[in-house]
């Protein structure tokens, strides 16, 4: 059977999105008319992956809450005449099936994928990290795309990249390819963070993967790095270094990557978000320039 399992680990504290984020998952900031964790959900849904296993962690319960049906909101809706908006609750009807385990100390995204480790339970998966869409809306087709090649390559690993600016290299993981870079590639590195003049590519991760169950046996052995937390990187380093079979692939031109971490990210996407949206954005785009005005 096709992989259709992902890990979407949530439970990082989103500090850089304070005071946002004291009492409120940064997973659950709305970007345009969702929260950011249902674009993943429908992203992945629509790419054959029917099981959601959160790595969830204090503060979080909301992203619980959010995927349960709602059955009383559904009935005050229907009694009170308001059945438009039952359509924006359609996304509970997805055939998702949602699974919970806790990160109980944040040491970082690669501990938080080894807590999903009994859950998976030796499957091939898909991470997907929370806080993170690809292209507007969330409707990209890359996990499709990346689990057929997974699957028919029999890779170890298959992960997306997006290719950013030069002077943006510090603030990824970086690829180094073995030679090409067009459709799926196999890597002979990956850095953590290049300075500038040392980044041997402009491909940077894109917060979507696909592994077999071989990533646990390199988490468990990854030492803490850098603010004494696992690195998937470092997990992923070892597993190449070891002669493991890992394979990128770019994001189409028209999926940026909407990364929500920080506040420069965040805005910039509910901006785009909004201003695509069928009944609201052409109202916002004019506002907008009339506020643009006021700045010249
Ligand atoms: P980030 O790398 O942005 O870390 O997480 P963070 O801790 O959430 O944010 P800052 O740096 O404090 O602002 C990327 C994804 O990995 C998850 C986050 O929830 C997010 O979806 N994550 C991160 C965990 O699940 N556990 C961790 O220990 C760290």
């Not at 970007?31 to 249902?38: A, D, I, L, M």
């Not at 917060?207 to 790095?225: C, Q, W």
């Amino acid at each position: 059977m096709s992989i259709d399992l992902a890990v979407v680990p949530v439970a990082g504290r989103g500090t850089r999105l304070l005071p946002l984020t004291k009492s409120q998952p940064k997973e659950m900031l709305a970007v345009g008319k969702e929260p950011v964790v249902q674009y993943v959900a429908e992203e992945l849904y629509r790419c054959d992956i029917h099981r959601l296993v959160f790595v969830t962690g204090p503060g979080k319960t909301a992203i619980e809450n959010h995927f349960d049906i709602d059955g009383e909101l559904i009935t005050h809706l229907r009694e009170t005449g308001k059945e438009e908006f039952l359509q924006d609750l359609a996304f509970e009807r997805d055939q998702l099936e949602f699974f919970y385990t806790r990160q109980r100390r944040q040491l970082g995204l690669g501990h938080a994928i080894l807590c999903a480790q009994p859950l998976v339970d030796g499957q091939n998966f898909v991470v997907a990290l929370g806080d993170s869409i690809i292209g507007v809306n969330g409707q990209s087709q890359i996990v499709k795309l990346m689990i057929h090649e997974f699957e028919s390559s029999q890779a170890d690993a298959v992960i997306a990249f997006e290719e950013v600016d030069r002077e943006e290299v510090v603030h990824y993981g970086i690829a180094k390819p073995c030679n090409k870079t067009d459709g799926f590639f196999e890597l002979s590195d990956l850095v953590e963070k290049p300075p500038v003049d040392e980044a041997p590519s402009q491909l940077a991760v894109a917060a979507r993967y696909v592994f077999n169950s071989k990533i646990f046996d390199y988490l468990e052995h990854t030492e803490p790095g850098k603010n004494g937390e696992i690195q998937l990187t470092d997990a992923i380093r070892t597993l190449i270094a070891d002669g493991g079979k890992v394979l990128g692939v770019r994001l189409p031109t028209n999926e940026k990557r909407f990364d929500i971490g920080s506040f420069e990210r965040y805005f910039e996407a509910f901006i785009e978000f909004a201003m695509a949206d069928p009944k609201y954005g052409p109202q916002l785009r004019k506002v907008t320039e009339k506020i643009l005005e006021s700045y010249i």
